[in-house]
């Protein structure tokens, strides 16, 4: 089994939309009972809370159901957890390598651009809390593109 955990800020708007889209490629192939997935926040503040409205109905558009509550990512026991800690801009990977405590963790760290095959030139996901309709489109544009790459990926290895 394949264990996911992606990453962002507040866990409100690009990790739980990673996090729903890859349920709905893995449940689409079958595969669910060979991978777990989930997501978290390096920011503590919207623990318990829904993703953001936003994100929701622009993903609901997609057909995607974002309805999983935001949570902190916990070093210590997401490390043991997950095979693959996936950040979804360059501060969220700084601060997983900051916490990560050995090269075996850091190991688990990606970006979530580094899956793009069709978006190669998004040298992260932006967060689209501050902007408008176009930032929360082109998050879901690129997160699926990353996440069929990523699940090839896992297919690999």
Known sequence: MKRILFVCLGNICRSPGAEAIMKAKVKERGMER???IDSA???????GSLPDERMRRHAARRGYCLDSRARTFYAMQDFADFDLIIGMDGQNIHQLKRLAENE???KK??????FCQDMKGYEEVPDPYYGGDKGFELVLDLLEDATEGLYKYCCKT
């Open 41 to 47: 926040g390096l920011y503590s503040g919207h623990s």
């Open 34 to 36: 060979e991978f777990f």
């Open 104 to 106: 075996e963790e850091r």
């Open 109 to 114: 760290i990606f970006k979530m651009t580094d």
